[in-house]
């Protein structure tokens, strides 16, 4: 790969998650246009993006609504916040929704992730209809998740468009459910 075609590669990467773009022509391999091309698609003006995806390894399907979050004692300004509907095979029935808060990937469940939305009590049961709902009525998610070895890390979400975001996502996974 050439220098030219890094440099597009890396401020496409740096585009996802942001308002829509239309990947540049004739720079980039079609595969990679077309996934940039997907991702501008499915990404709504405030900044959430609504997909259903299939895992061709796995053979599980996942329909999902994501933004991203600010590490709260500074740092990375883009980790993943993600409201999921999964599926243990590609033609079984989705199950969800289950929130997805940072980089979680703590062996075990003895440290489950904590969210607290605005100044509600905080919640561990990601999977709480309730959370849900305090989302919807919601300014700014506060996370923390546990990263292995090092430990818990803080996020910040702010909920701007969360509840468009998350009706399109039950209108994807064809799930009648709503706050």
């Known amino acids: 790969m050439d220098k030219k075609t890094g440099s597009v590669l890396a401020l496409a990467a740096l585009l996802i998650g942001c308002a829509p773009q239309r990947a540049p022509t004739g720079l980039l391999p079609s595969s990679a246009q077309a996934a940039i091309q997907r991702m501008a698609d499915t990404t709504l003006a405030s900044g959430w993006r609504v997909d259903c995806l299939t895992d061709d390894i796995k053979a599980t399907r996942e329909c999902f609504a994501s933004t991203f979050g600010t590490a709260s004692y500074g740092g990375d300004a883009n980790i993943p916040f993600r409201i999921v509907f999964r599926s243990i095979t590609p033609d079984g029935p989705l199950v969800g929704p289950i929130l997805e808060p940072g980089l979680q990937n703590w062996p075990g469940t003895d440290n489950p992730p904590t969210v607290r939305i605005d100044s509600n009590d905080p919640i561990e049961n990601m999977q709480d209809p309730a959370l849900f709902r305090e989302m919807d009525a919601g300014v700014l998610a506060k996370a923390e998740y546990w990263?292995?070895?090092?430990?818990?890390?803080?996020?910040?979400?702010?909920?701007?468009?969360?509840?468009?975001?998350?009706?399109?996502?039950?209108?994807?996974?064809?799930?009648?459910?709503?706050?």
Do not use: C, I
């Not at 818990?152 to 996974?173: I, T």
């Open 147 to 179: 990263v292995w070895p090092t430990g818990p890390e803080r996020m910040s979400v702010k909920l701007a468009g969360f509840h468009d975001a998350y009706q399109l996502l039950l209108a994807k996974v064809g799930n009648g459910q709503s706050f």
